[in-house]
């Protein structure tokens, strides 16, 4: 037996260390086990992640306590943490605190206890009750117990009274843990399989089939908006339940996590045979998101629905990963371990001998060129379910537009009348604008001055009803001047320009006074509970005109919604990043495809100053194909992703002269210790697109090569090794989505 533990401790110190595991603690330690271990003059909490019958290191000290409870980490989601600690060049321990929640890195379990009442089955002669104990006992029809306060409430009576049914031996009341369900207080319908239309039905037996088969392969459900993704997900989950297998679904935003759930706990949550759905995002609470870890530890749910981070839930035998809307840009995490959760999807699938099916109606170019090579298998569904119409979609050439109004408008003349014939007929429009705030800078037209951050190099944004402008990089925010602010102007003509959501939803209001209009943007959903509030207003018919930036974007369907308007759809598109004409094409068909879902004909308005861009012209005739082989000809002469994998080393301080100085040193020995990868290419280093934010000058590296694998193994070592002065920072970003 294995007396030595290997622990990777809770504490930035960037090596395993090894223990003695005492007598009484031999048979209660496996992998993945949680502990106490002496660090230095304290004591830390730690991750066991080797058992060993010696250590190569004198003088161990001995484990001082094991955590209660189950392993919390299992063996194949350590295995995938030591991949992403090598591949996206970081700390284990780092990986680790993001493998588990904080919630269950606890020393002690977090389970929430409270009184709980539970019936006793009557023996012998049933006893006379009162009418109004009968209706409480009532209340426990199907259920085992329920919480004192929540029946006290529910029955409308008091604890005394039920004390005093509990001395007839009719209920006991005891101390119990309460579980806290974030969808506890939902009512949800029950639902069944849905018929498929012969490409749905392909896609299903191509994915049954790799289930039955046992073996880990890689699907690209390429399928427009509105072609059915969703049922193809449900209905391949529900064949992996039937093999015992559990599964994870990845949702790449918040905001679509109320409605998929709705649909997953629905076809699943339900009726005698009810499969566990449990959810983990962000927006939990610390205690909601310890019971849904622990449901799933323990094997009690076996679907997992979530954002990014849901890709580590410790489901066993895990049968199947979807990652819906795999293109999306919020599945990379942006701070340390800047992990991308599409490509740690594949990977766990890989380890578990289990299936993945990324699902998207404009796949990243990344996939979509996996899929040619052979690496995943394509799957198409080329049309609507139910045989549903694309929206029309007409592109507004705002220059013209700006050229009669004497200035640009708002709404161009197609969008102002489009709108008006919807609220006519009782139907809905989304109105998309990726800007929140009210106006994008506030300039003096005298002298030219615009209100800048202090820290950033970037406008401030004006936010009218609160008068102030902020930066949306550092946060900084300042009152709105009423004149300009240099010395020798003073003009009192200071203004704004440019557009916000905000904007957008005043004129909408001076425009439609008697339309409902709600916004949806970080300024407006502040509580957790906003997001599914002001969906589900929106899809009972309480609001006319939802208005919104990139959460809005993708993923939701309101079958009422015949308009979409695009109002600034070529924002994206003059961005200093290689990916800017891939996300413009991506965003315009995800906005365009919320139109048109139910029985009538979508129209979508897309307003552009630049209306013949490739970008623009593609998405609107929903040609994906066209613009996957126009772009990769583009990327090919730069072998950029996806014919080559990239890496950006980020270097920041305070100061430009020695960032930049500590750069070109960098430059130096990454040529000197990289020069064996024989297609590695370095550019750089150069400013960075925003050259400085939150008050550091930053500059970057970009190293890009065919096999990442093998940089990583050799960047790591690298980059640790290289000595930099005190107030100069570095970070790598392996497969980076950003450029900023």
């Given at each position: 037996m294995a007396v030595i533990a290997r622990v990777t401790v809770d504490a930035a110190v960037r090596k395993e260390l090894d223990y003695i595991i005492p007598p009484e603690w031999l048979d209660k330690i496996q992998v993945g086990s949680r502990v106490k271990v002496p660090l230095g003059s304290r004591e830390a909490l730690g991750v066991v992640t080797a058992l060993l019958d010696e250590s190569p290191h004198p003088n161990l000290k001995p484990i001082i306590k094991v955590v209660p409870g189950q392993a919390p980490l299992t063996p194949s989601v350590l295995n995938l943490a030591r991949w992403i600690s090598g591949y996206y060049c970081c700390p284990l321990e780092i990986v680790l605190k993001t493998v588990l929640p904080e919630a269950v890195r606890q020393e002690e379990e977090g389970w929430k206890e409270r009184l709980v009442v539970r019936p006793v089955a009557q023996v012998g002669e049933p006893l006379k009750l009162t009418p109004r104990q009968e209706s409480i006992l009532k209340l426990f029809d199907g259920k085992a117990e329920i919480p004192l306060q929540q029946l006290v409430r529910e029955a409308r009576t008091t604890a005394a009274s039920l004390r005093r049914m509990e001395e007839l031996h009719l209920v006991t009341i005891t101390a119990g843990v309460v579980e806290r369900d974030p969808y506890a207080h939902e009512t949800i319908v029950p639902t069944q399989s849905l018929g498929l239309n012969p490409a749905q039905d392909n896609a299903l037996a191509r994915i049954r089939e790799a289930l039955d088969a046992g073996e880990p392969k890689a699907f690209l459900l390429h399928g427009v908006t509105g072609s059915g993704k969703t049922e193809v997900y449900l209905q391949a989950i529900a064949h992996a339940l039937q093999q015992g297998k559990g599964a994870i679904v990845l949702v790449p935003e918040i905001s679509l996590t109320p409605q998929t759930v709705e649909r997953f706990k629905a076809r699943f949550s339900s009726g005698s045979t009810a499969t566990l759905v449990a959810v983990l995002h962000s927006h939990l609470s610390a205690g909601e998101r310890h019971d849904e870890?622990?449901?799933?530890?323990?094997?009690?749910?076996?679907?997992?629905?979530?954002?990014?981070?849901?890709?580590?839930?410790?489901?066993?035998?895990?049968g199947l990963v979807v990652v819906d809307e795999e293109h999306e840009y919020s599945y990379?995490?942006?701070?340390?371990?800047?992990?991308?959760?599409?490509?740690?999807?594949v990977y766990r699938a890989k380890l578990e001998n289990a299936v993945t099916v990324l699902g998207s109606a404009t796949p990243s170019l990344e996939s979509y060129y996996n899929a040619q090579i052979k690496k995943y298998s394509l799957l198409e569904m080329p049309s609507r379910a139910d045989h549903a119409k694309m929206p029309i979609i007409r592109v507004v050439d705002m220059r013209e537009e700006a050229r009669k109004a004497k200035g640009p408008p708002v709404f161009s003349l197609k969008l102002r009348e489009g709108i008006t014939a919807r609220l006519e007929k009782g139907e809905q429009t989304m109105l998309f604008l990726n800007r929140r705030?009210?106006?994008?800078?506030?300039?003096?037209p005298k002298c030219g001055y615009v209100a800048g951050c202090p820290n950033c190099s970037i406008s401030l944004t004006y936010h009218r009803k609160e008068q102030r402008l902020r930066c949306h990089i550092c946060g900084h925010a300042e009152k709105a001047p009423t004149e300009c602010p240099e010395a020798a102007c003073k003009n009192p003509a200071i203004r704004f320009s440019g557009l916000g959501t905000e904007r957008i939803e005043e004129t909408l209001q001076k425009l439609f006074p008697k339309a409902r209009v709600a916004r949806m943007d970080s300024d407006t959903l502040k509580r957790k509970e906003d997001y599914r509030r002001v969906l589900g207003d929106f899809k009972t018919g309480k609001i006319d005109i939802l208005v919104g930036t990139q959460m809005i974007a993708k993923g939701l369907h309101f079958p009422n919604v015949t308009l979409v308007g695009i109002?600034?759809?070529?924002?994206?598109?003059?961005?200093?990043?290689?990916?800017?004409?891939?996300?413009?094409?991506?965003?315009?068909?995800?906005?365009?495809?919320?139109?048109?879902r139910g029985d009538v004909e979508g129209e979508v308005v897309v307003q552009a100053f630049t209306p013949f861009a490739p970008a623009i012209q593609y998405a609107r005739r929903n040609d994906y194909a066209g613009f996957y082989d126009a772009e990769l000809e583009f990327r090919m002469q730069l072998m950029y992703p996806p014919l080559a994998r990239a890496a950006i080393i980020t270097l920041k301080s305070c100061h430009e002269e020695k960032v930049r100085f500590s750069a070109d040193y960098v430059k130096v020995e990454l040529e000197k210790g990289l020069k064996s990868i024989v297609d590695l290419v370095i550019a750089g280093p150069s400013p960075a697109p925003l050259i400085k934010a939150e008050t550091f000058f930053r500059y970057q590296?970009?190293?890009?090569?065919?096999?990442?694998?093998?940089?990583?193994?050799?960047?790591?070592?690298?980059?640790?090794?290289?000595?930099?002065?005190?107030?100069?920072?570095?970070?790598?970003?392996?497969?980076?989505?950003?450029?900023?």
């Open positions: 870890w622990k449901k799933i530890r323990q094997g009690r749910a076996r679907i997992v629905i979530g954002a990014r981070s849901a890709v580590f839930a410790p489901v066993e035998s895990l990379k995490q942006e701070e340390s371990p800047r992990y991308h959760a599409r490509d740690v999807a705030g009210y106006a994008s800078s506030m300039q003096c109002i600034h759809a070529d924002l994206s598109l003059h961005m200093p990043d290689f990916r800017a004409s891939e996300r413009t094409f991506q965003l315009l068909t995800q906005v365009a495809g919320r139109a048109g590296i970009m190293l890009r090569t065919r096999n990442m694998s093998a940089l990583a193994k050799m960047l790591y070592p690298l980059i640790g090794a290289i000595k930099l002065p005190e107030d100069v920072s570095m970070v790598i970003d392996v497969d980076p989505v950003n450029l900023h």
